[in-house]
């Protein structure tokens, strides 16, 4: 059965485009489909911030096709993971959720228990771009080896 999974940050443009293109990558020849969005409406339509998008090419992920869409009620019930990037998306996607959601909502680092921290910082205003792609490969793996035990 196909496993779907949203990664999720504020913009839609940093972080969770970078994390779908990760995981998109790494969950290559699963049966896992992957998906990002923003709990803001700012970007919609817009692709990923140009900082990302280089960032990413430098390991070889391509991120300018996507485009930002705002997270909605309907993706609680068609994804089986949403995954925020830090606890200001985690309590949003909280308070948007339905009463009984399909998915099960994390923190993107809670599959990274080997880092020292439980966030993934902003890097739109941080420029902190290299330290957050690598934060989010290493949890990428840790996703990833949770969904094929399960
Ligand atoms: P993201 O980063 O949530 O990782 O996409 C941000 C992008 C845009 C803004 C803030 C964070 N903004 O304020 O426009």
């Not at 990002?36 to 900082?51: E, L, Q, Y």
Request: with cysteine; aromatic share 8%.
């Amino acid at each position: 059965m196909t496993t779907r999974v949203l990664f999720v940050c504020l913009g839609n443009i940093c972080r969770s485009p970078t994390a779908e293109g990760v995981f998109t990558r790494i969950a290559a020849g699963q049966d896992i489909e992957v998906d990002s969005a923003g709990t803001a409406s700012w970007h919609i339509g817009n692709p990923p911030d140009s900082r990302a998008i280089a960032e990413a090419a430098r390991k070889g992920y391509d991120l300018s096709p996507l485009r930002a869409r705002q997270v909605n009620q309907n993706d609680f019930n068609v994804f089986d993971y949403i995954i925020a990037m830090d606890n200001s998306n985690l309590s949003n996607l909280e308070r948007l959720a339905p009463k009984q959601p399909r998915a099960r909502l994390a923190l993107l680092l809670d599959y990274a228990p080997d880092l020292p921290v439980r966030e993934v910082p902003d890097p739109y205003f941080e420029d902190n771009f290299p330290e957050v792609l690598d934060m989010i490969e290493q949890a990428s793996h840790g996703l990833l080896r949770e969904i094929l035990s399960e």
